[in-house]
């Protein structure tokens, strides 16, 4: 019975740790898809988190929405696209650099944040950087490499 009990656990390892695999690689594959596609930055949104630091990105956004280059948006959970156009502007959602993360893939409970994300898609690698009261700047470096 107990090495039953053992193999059951195993499997049970084994499956999460493949669904976890999969929401990571779909993350990649986004980010990479994203690259192809000539972007250089990704800025995810997530739909619940710091509010403070979640306002100050949907903030930079709203005023920069029309200015975007090189540029992604991802919006992360479940939020609303009536709830994100009311927000951020019915136009919004009609911009080709926006994508919604139906299936949650950047967050991972492992790697989950509570704050927005800046993603930069430097040549080979992919560098992270929250947007959070600990590091400051986040987004006025963010203007500064993308040129506002």
């Given at each position: 019975m107990i090495k039953t009990k053992k193999q059951i656990l195993l499997v049970f390892i084994v499956l999460l740790q493949f669904c976890n695999s999969n929401k990571q690689n779909s993350k990649f594959d986004l980010l990479n898809s994203m690259k192809t596609e000539g972007y250089k930055y990704v800025l995810v949104l997530p739909d619940a988190g710091c509010l403070s630091c979640i306002d100050a990105t949907?903030?930079?956004?709203?005023?920069?929405?029309?200015?975007?280059?090189?540029?992604?948006?991802?919006?992360?959970?479940?939020?609303?696209?009536?709830?994100?156009?009311?927000?951020?502007?019915?136009?919004?959602?009609?911009?080709?650099?926006v994508y919604f993360d139906s299936i949650n893939s950047f967050r991972i409970d492992y790697e989950m944040t509570i704050y927005p994300q800046i993603i930069y898609l430097e040549g080979d690698r992919i560098i992270f950087k929250e947007v959070s009261p600990y590091q400051t700047g986040s987004l006025d470096s963010l203007k500064l490499v993308m040129g506002f």
């Amino acid at each position: 019975m107990i090495k039953t009990k053992k193999q059951i656990l195993l499997v049970f390892i084994v499956l999460l740790q493949f669904c976890n695999s999969n929401k990571q690689n779909s993350k990649f594959d986004l980010l990479n898809s994203m690259k192809t596609e000539g972007y250089k930055y990704v800025l995810v949104l997530p739909d619940a988190g710091c509010l403070s630091c979640i306002d100050a990105t949907e903030i930079f956004v709203k005023e920069n929405k029309d200015n975007f280059k090189d540029f992604g948006l991802v919006f992360s959970g479940t939020i609303s696209p009536k709830s994100i156009s009311n927000r951020l502007g019915s136009d919004i959602l009609t911009k080709p650099y926006v994508y919604f993360d139906s299936i949650n893939s950047f967050r991972i409970d492992y790697e989950m944040t509570i704050y927005p994300q800046i993603i930069y898609l430097e040549g080979d690698r992919i560098i992270f950087k929250e947007v959070s009261p600990y590091q400051t700047g986040s987004l006025d470096s963010l203007k500064l490499v993308m040129g506002f």
